[in-house]
């Protein structure tokens, strides 16, 4: 699967779940994809989805959140990896969609071909670690019950063909209609 | 400042005096300066999440806000380089408050004098904070970030106006503390 149809199948699973998105073409895909108020747009502050993520779900427990990293912005900042493995959240699922490049500036090859990022989740500590090739399998994983912090690595290939548009949203707008769809 | 010792105010009130303007949600990266606060912090557990890095405090800080939280990102003056994407491609642009309560290390920059004191009269701090500490005020406030250097008497104040300025800007501001002025 490519990292487009990756995201496509996330997206129709997608309940009320916060999903904060990777920098890059993730933010992108996920607009064209399924714009939706409780999707995050993080188009700066590459490695900053994950600690968003752990932030919104320690702070609203209630509140399923999902984080859509990459491979190369979770290797830019894998001090979240034990950050949430010691929180615990139950809420938050770390889908990390690994194409083993940097997709959006030209796909220079990041490492996670040769290191096995979900062993790294799982020698952090998360209690749900899953490795999954197949959409199938990300259908059967993602409804069934388990209490999180959940590591989702999801094998995928990169797109070819014409990028998806810039993410059209004013920041500030993107963090108001997130707020505003949440507020509780 | 002269090299007598600041007076100090506790770390307990320093802390009351953030809890009363609403601040509830505590991360950051460990400084000697801050020492006391972080300390006084934990004493509640959870009320504090420490973080390996404190663009990841920055990051986790953005999060709680989301969520309806008022955060605080503690960190040395060091860690601002670590922070200063997160702080201008995510909370400048996002419109994401902040309150930093930065540990303000190498005050005075390096030595300037032949008995070893620093431009402020005070004694130089080590090597490595310096660089940092001579121009970090200069480089938040160059990016629109404002700061307050309180002394122990003035930071509910700083506070204060810190607070009134995230509610207004609902970005960034900055209270350095230096070494001696929460005990």
Not at chain 2, 49 to 65: N, S
Not at chain 2, 148 to 164: S, Y
Request: hydrophobic share 45%; glycine share 10%; with cysteine.
């Amino acid at each position: 699967m490519t990292t487009r149809e990756a995201i496509a199948v996330v997206a129709e699973l997608l309940k009320e779940e916060v999903v904060i998105c990777t920098t890059g073409y993730t933010c992108r895909d996920m607009q064209v994809v399924r714009d939706r108020a409780r999707n995050f747009y993080m188009i700066g502050s590459m490695g900053l989805a994950a600690p968003i993520g752990l932030g919104l779900a320690v702070a609203r427990p209630e509140l399923p959140v999902v984080v859509l990293d990459g491979d190369g912005a979770l290797l830019m900042g894998l001090g979240v990896l034990p950050m949430i493995a010691a929180d615990r959240p139950k809420n938050l699922t770390h889908v990390v969609l690994d194409n083993e490049a940097f997709v959006s500036t030209g796909k220079q090859p990041t490492f996670s071909s040769v290191v096995p990022l979900e062993r790294l989740a799982e020698a952090a500590g998360y209690p749900v670690v899953h490795r999954l090739v197949h959409p199938e399998q990300i259908r059967k994983v993602w409804g069934a019950p388990a209490a999180g912090p959940r590591f989702l690595l999801i094998k995928c290939r990169p797109d070819t063909g014409p990028a998806a548009p810039r993410v059209e949203a004013d920041p500030e707008r993107i963090t108001q209609r997130l707020m505003e769809a949440i507020a509780s | 400042m002269s090299g007598k010792t600041l007076p100090a105010a506790p770390a307990g009130e320093a802390l009351a005096a953030l809890e009363a303007r609403g601040f509830d949600f505590y991360s950051g990266v460990a400084c000697s300066i801050l020492a006391p606060l972080i300390t006084e912090l934990t004493r509640v557990p959870g009320r504090y999440r420490p973080a390996p890095r404190e663009d990841l405090a920055v990051g986790l800080a953005a999060g709680a806000y989301l969520a309806g939280r008022r955060p605080v990102a503690l960190m040395q003056n060091s860690g601002l380089g670590y922070s200063l994407n997160a702080l201008m491609s995510l909370n400048w642009i996002y419109r994401i408050p902040l309150l930093l309560v930065i540990g303000y290390r190498g005050f005075g920059g390096a030595p300037a004098r032949p008995d070893g004191a620093c431009a402020s009269g005070g004694p130089a701090d080590a090597p490595e904070h310096w660089v940092i500490g001579a121009h970090g005020e200069a480089l938040l406030k160059e990016i629109g970030i404002p700061v307050w250097v309180p002394d122990a008497a003035g930071w509910a104040g700083a506070v204060d106006e810190a607070a009134a300025w995230l509610e207004r800007e609902r970005r960034p501001a900055a209270l350095m503390l230096r070494k001696g002025i929460v005990s």
